[in-house]
């Protein structure tokens, strides 16, 4: 897993704003239908670096693709 796939972007907490309930709906939520999503991980723990896609199991949409940084 050392070389990700172009789709990936890297996560910014400037994207995330808002109360608690707002920024889980964000999170958590399909941005087509509203229905909760399927979020997988996958870790690189070599580069300390977490994969991770979401997909909604109602309409289909892979909502995101994002690379979370571990430090």
């Not at 172009?6 to 996560?11: P, V």
């Not at 690189?44 to 309409?59: H, R």
Request: proline letters at 1%; one cysteine or more; charged letters at 25%.
């Amino acid at each position: 897993m050392s070389t990700f796939d172009s789709d990936y972007k890297f996560e910014t907490y400037e994207e995330f704003y808002g109360d608690i309930k707002q920024v889980q709906q964000l999170i958590d939520a399909c941005q087509i239908c509203g229905s909760r999503l399927m979020i997988n991980h996958l870790t690189d723990y070599t580069n300390l670096l977490v994969q991770e896609s979401a997909i909604c199991p109602e309409c289909g949409n892979k909502n995101r693709k994002k690379v979370h940084v571990l430090n």
